[in-house]
């Protein structure tokens, strides 16, 4: 019988009774196959993986992390409860010691769901990571987090979430936005004016190859974790970089991912995209759960992989070293924030946000403190085609005795001003979460 | 008549059942040197006194399979196996000859990269230099595409006496339990198959013309004749016939508790609503995970001969056994000596209980009633936490659609059912600990016999349908035939249904069509690129464990 090194924690969810609607690829069957894969294999046989089930988060859960417009219910289904309380468990049995690693392989995906909620966008309504992050935060009281995002598509949902927070650094490994979904992620996207270099995007050129890929883990997202010392690595793991994708351009491989994830050495990975259902997921999802187990792995390929065919450019290769000097200077000298505007003591921006997938448009206003001694009080005024003019407000993590402060006066004067059909009040500093 | 013989690894228990009353039963050390004696003689002695032409039938239970596995009694197998991509195939060595085959079939069935026969046809010569005579063969993902299983099969031909194929011993997907199945039905076969000519012989000499049948590990059962070909059904049938006693004897409808408390271990299960629950994938056997389904029944380490033992101040029992109770003639104190001396029971030499206990706390600087009282209660927990732990896992089972995760409902056990040489003896601590009514069958004593005589016959089929392949495929029976693109899952049920059916006639298994459920049922839509190109349908079908009336 096999052992695995690593006590290894799968919560396996695949909403075989859920659609976004029957031919989307977000749909009932998409991860039949990489179950059959993993039966097959007989990966719960292996001594040390375990099969958990997935816990349901709770309104508490979606409240502590997202402005959901005009509640969570409305812009969740049960799946989505599931899916993030899958992230929750993956969470729960690595922080209580019961595993060394979990992954979560559930769906819907998240990572595209930004701080504030109106509807579905790029198949995301809320952010199972961030979901996750924020429940690990609060009941472990974690302070450094790094998430490492290989989905293809750029995470600027999680980057959304993040932007302003220092001590969670959001690194995002994806084709570059000129080419695909969302469209951003460029380079000089490096976190808020509190925050420089706690976000970071390495855009890869179509076509970008294992070689490609692993060359930015080794030279680029392994330094700069180094650098950072976290104390937990969160992946999200999409699996849409590879070769057989039907809606992006990248030549990633099942070996590649096992090796990414080998070389990333994550304590929790949750599913995101990938919608290869049957030439991808299948061994990407073997080669994931292998490498975090501690399992050999190589000799798990796809049926039709061609090296030759799948070599990557010279011309690429350069192009991705060009990329790893620019993304490390960005890191260690990040310059100042050019589109910062100050208005008192707040960094404001200003936001438009198109829901893809329910055709909703939403214009914000956001403004964050810049406080010197936690990631400040922050406050989103927003709109959309499908709600009236709305607030959040969010005392955060870790937040000083005057953001909390400033955060219920903001609260209390939103309330008296009448202005808005709802306000959402996240209160980390007293665990309060308040819709009105 | 209806005539039920277990044989265990410590006794042989026959009964003969006629009109829901026992109407004879037997009961003697089994002789694991010659276990055909040991049935032999049951046979007859239970059989003496009646007219052996109105027997029935006959369901057998025994552990010939599982000694000749244990003892290391098999025969040599070549095992020739394709994994394709995946796990290392060669973490499932079993035997000296074992050999991969390059070459796939991938999780849709198709068949990507045919089996290198310079690679077969250097295996099966080695295999024949070595006289070798059986073997098993399994590749990946055979159940959704069994041509190259069968492809060897036509390679080894005349080399081989017996062959195994991986997708005729089940329908599920598990490529590593499959080449253990495989191997142990090989393993075990010819020995089986003297056992069962054995058998009839010694039936013949006893002038019983009847229905025989074995039992297996999921409670049910199958007949000799089709066990010959499916050996390694017949492995760890002894917990199931156990479970099935108590089902014959207590009319249990509620979620309960089933132990069984012998002189080494007790076994647990779980019934909910009243049904056994069964193995998600199959037994472990030998440490070898297989697909032979089987009923969930864990074994731990306490039981009436385990030892008691003090260590610093603390009283530990088991699961060390050595030797019988001092009531007995057993060298050191036992649970049944504890029992013995607070007066809970009454067996064999009281006396000699108590001078063990009042020595053992004497040595170990207690009073004898603390140590007495401490080993119960260890022994009472031990029992305790391992039914939660094991209610616990099965109560936390995944499931994989939204619905399964809303409405699902946890087992909550109302009742303990009791049985085993010394139930007495705990009845009343188990009730304090579990805080539940505590029932003792009356005839608890050969429940595993009863179980063995009442238990009725299983069968499982599991059909794939493929609307884009056109394929519709039930492994386990050989089944491939043609479907039309509009092909329903409601076909399917109906389909899975009417083969297994037809399949129970052809093999002489008797049931009842209100016995045969849906277990699973699931229809996918496939899609490639925004068109949709078929169905994905997959139906599980069984004949569900049960036993034929019961015990008034």
Redesign the interface.
């Given at each position: 019988?096999?052992k695995a090194k690593n006590r290894m924690g799968l919560i396996?969810?695949?909403?075989?009774?859920?659609a976004i609607d029957?031919?989307h690829p977000e749909?009932?069957?998409r991860l039949?196959?990489t179950?059959?894969?993993l039966?097959?294999?007989?990966i719960f046989?292996i001594e040390g993986i375990h099969?958990?089930?997935?816990d349901?988060a709770t309104e508490e859960d979606v409240m502590r992390t997202h402005f959901c417009f005009p509640d969570v219910r409305t812009v969740t289904t049960?799946?989505h409860m599931?899916s993030a309380g899958g992230a929750i468990k993956a969470a729960r049995i690595v922080m209580d010691g019961e595993v060394d690693k979990a992954f979560a392989l559930v769906r819907p995906p998240g990572h595209h769901a930004m701080k504030s909620v109106h509807g579905n966008r790029g198949f995301c309504n809320i952010n199972n990571e961030a979901i996750m992050v924020e429940y690990i935060r609060e009941k472990y009281g974690t302070k450094k987090i790094a998430i490492v995002d290989t989905d293809c598509h750029h995470g600027d949902g999680t980057q959304d979430v993040y932007w302003h927070d220092p001590n969670i650094l959001y690194i995002s490994i994806h084709q570059d936005g000129r080419t695909l979904y969302p469209g951003s992620g460029h380079v000089p996207e490096l976190g808020g004016p509190c925050a420089r270099g706690k976000t970071i995007n390495i855009p890869l050129p179509p076509a970008t190859s294992d070689e490609g890929f692993l060359y930015a883990i080794d030279n680029i997202v392994l330094p700069i974790l180094a650098d950072f010392k976290p104390e937990l690595i969160i992946n999200s793991a999409g699996q849409d970089n590879h070769y057989t994708d039907?809606i992006t351009n990248m030549n990633f491989s099942a070996q590649g991912y096992a090796i990414l994830n080998e070389k990333l050495n994550p304590d929790i990975a949750v599913l995101e995209g990938g919608y290869s259902i049957?030439g991808a997921l299948?061994?990407v999802n073997?080669g994931i759960v292998?490498a975090m187990a501690g399992?050999?792995y190589?000799?798990?390929?796809?049926?039709?992989y061609n090296y030759e065919a799948l070599r990557q450019d010279r011309n690429i290769s350069g192009y991705i070293e060009k990329v790893a000097d620019a993304v490390l200077d960005a890191y260690r000298n990040p310059p100042k924030d050019k589109n910062a505007v100050k208005y008192g003591d707040y960094n404001v921006r200003k936001k438009q946000i198109y829901y893809d997938t329910d055709g909703i448009r939403e214009s914000q206003i956001e403004s964050v403190m810049a406080c010197k001694k936690c990631p400040g009080v922050l406050h989103i005024e927003s709109s959309s085609s499908a709600n009236p003019l709305s607030f959040g407000i969010e005392i955060p993590f870790g937040a000083c005795r005057s953001c909390r402060d400033e955060g219920l006066r903001v609260f209390r004067d939103a309330k008296d001003s009448r202005k808005y059909r709802t306000i959402h009040f996240i209160n980390r500093f007293d665990k309060e979460y308040i819709r009105v | 008549m209806y005539l039920g013989l277990d044989v265990g690894g410590t006794h042989t228990d026959a009964v003969l059942i006629d009109n829901n009353k026992i109407v004879a039963s037997f009961k003697a050390p089994t002789d694991h040197k010659n276990l055909l004696t040991s049935i032999n003689r049951a046979l007859a002695e239970v059989t003496k006194s009646v007219d052996r032409s109105a027997i029935k039938r006959i369901n057998l239970s025994t552990t010939l399979s599982t000694n000749a596995i244990v003892e290391n009694k098999t025969e040599k197998v070549g095992v020739i196996i394709s994994g394709g991509p995946g796990i290392d195939p060669e973490s499932f060595r079993l035997g000296d000859f074992f050999y991969v085959i390059p070459g796939s079939i991938d999780h849709r069935g198709t068949l990507i990269k045919d089996l290198e026969s310079a690679g077969v046809k250097a295996a099966l010569e080695e295999c024949a230099g070595k006289n070798v005579r059986v073997y098993s063969l399994v590749t990946k993902f055979s159940t959704r595409n069994p041509g190259e299983e069968e492809y060897l099969a036509e390679k080894v031909g005349d080399q081989a006496d017996f062959v195994s194929l991986g997708h005729r011993l089940s329908g599920q997907l598990n490529f590593p339990r499959r080449v253990g199945t495989a191997y142990f039905n090989s393993a075990v076969w010819r020995l089986y198959n003297q056992f069962c000519d054995a058998i009839n012989e010694s039936l013949k000499e006893l002038g019983i013309d009847t229905q025989v049948n074995v039992l297996k590990a999921d409670g049910g059962t199958m007949p000799l004749s089709l066990s010959r070909e499916l050996p390694v059904e017949t492995i760890l049938s002894g917990p199931a016939a156990s479970i099935m006693g108590i089902i014959s004897l207590c009319d249990i409808t509620d979620d309960s508790i089933i132990l069984d408390i012998g002189g080494t271990t007790t076994d647990i299960a779980i019934f909910a609503s009243g049904a056994p629950l069964v193995e998600r994938q199959g037994i472990s056997f030998a440490s070898v995970p297989t697909l032979v389904r089987s009923l969930l029944a864990r074994s731990i380490g306490i039981g009436g001969d385990s030892r008691i033992s003090v260590q610093s101040g603390k009283v530990t029992v088991g699961p060390m056994r050595e030797g019988p109770s001092m009531a007995e003639g057993g060298p050191v104190i036992t649970l049944v000596d504890a029992l013995n001396y607070n007066g809970t029971i009454s067996y064999g030499n009281t006396a000699a209980s108590k001078k063990g206990v009042d020595e053992a706390a004497k040595k170990a600087g207690m009073k004898a009633d603390v140590l007495v009282k401490a080993s119960i209660e260890f022994a009472v927990g031990f029992i305790t936490d391992q039914v939660n732990a094991m209610l616990a896992e099965i109560n936390d089972k995944p499931v994989y659609t939204i619905h399964e995760m809303l409405e699902n409902r946890a087992i909550v056990p109302e009742k303990v059912y009791l049985m085993g040489g010394p139930a007495q003896g705990f009845a009343r601590y188990l009730h304090a600990s579990f805080n539940k009514e505590v029932i003792i069958p009356r005839e608890y004593a050969v429940a595993n016999a009863i179980g063995a005589a009442l238990a009725k016959p299983t069968f499982q089929v599991e059909l794939f349908a493929d609307t884009s392949k056109g394929q519709l495929i039930i492994p386990n029976l050989n089944i491939r035939e043609k479907v039309a693109g509009d092909y329903t899952v409601e076909q399917a049920e109906d389909e899975a249904r009417s083969y297994l059916v037809d399949y129970c006639k052809r093999m002489g298994i008797q049931s009842s069509v209100k016995d045969i459920e849906i277990i699973e049922s699931s229809s996918f839509k496939m899609v490639q690129g925004y068109f949709s190109t078929g169905r994905d349908i997959r139906v599980k079908c069984q004949i569900k464990p049960g036993v034929e009336g019961g015990i008034a």
């Open positions: 019988m096999i396996f969810f695949p909403a075989y009774d859920w029957p031919s749909r009932e069957e039949l196959y179950q059959d894969q039966w097959e294999e007989g046989d099969e958990f089930k997935p349901i049960e799946s599931i039907p049957q299948p061994y073997l292998l399992v050999d190589s000799m798990v390929r796809e049926p039709d | -």
